[in-house]
């Protein structure tokens, strides 16, 4: 064992590290902290869309299958959620970037990379129609496993809270199934 001191290449390293310097790309040479950013706004947006259309579909297909059990929207909901779970997303992912950004499966439906290109002073609409080609399908990817989990949870969580005495309740009191769902449960 020999000991150099702190005067080596990982002292200075973690020294660099800790001030917040995290060196340069090896690829492009910029800065890695400014690699990381610019991709996280992205990562930010992407997780923020799926974690909107997860709540957008999860609530109202949880709190439906709670309020009409055993019916066969129900039942059919609660198959095609535990399908849907038990797929992992990063297969499903390939899948569809395999068959809906190739033309040679006949389905070049969404472009296969990167977040398009928007041309200087495009309005908003032009925008939003480059920009939701490119992310749907990732944005599709990263909600599915949680819109399962969600609805699932919600559905469970409904259906113990139809049994409570306030429920009954505003049953007794001639309250419209959905009234109570929406505005009790």
């Not at 990982?10 to 310097?21: K, P």
């Not at 849907?84 to 472009?111: C, E, K, R």
């Amino acid at each position: 064992f020999a000991w150099n001191g702190t005067d080596n290449q990982y002292h200075h390293w973690l020294t660099s590290l800790l001030s917040g310097d995290l060196g340069n790309s090896l690829e492009n040479r910029r800065p890695v902290g400014q690699e990381i950013l610019r991709a996280a706004k992205w990562t930010a947006l992407i997780n923020g869309f799926a974690l909107l259309l997860v709540y957008l579909i999860a609530i109202p297909q949880g709190l439906y299958a709670a309020g009409y059990r055993g019916s066969w929207f129900d039942r059919l909901s609660t198959t095609g959620l535990f399908i849907l779970f038990g797929i992992p997303s990063f297969w499903l992912a390939t899948l569809m970037a395999n068959f809906l950004t190739t033309p040679a499966f006949g389905f070049d439906l969404f472009p296969s990379m990167g977040v398009g290109t928007v041309p200087e002073g495009a309005s908003f609409f032009t925008l939003l129609k480059i920009r939701a080609g490119h992310l749907f399908l990732p944005i599709v990817c990263m909600a599915y496993p949680s819109w399962a989990y969600v609805s699932r949870h919600l559905r469970s969580s409904a259906v113990l809270e139809l049994d409570r005495a306030y429920v009954k309740t505003a049953r007794l009191k001639g309250l419209s199934r959905s009234a109570i769902l929406w505005q009790h449960v």
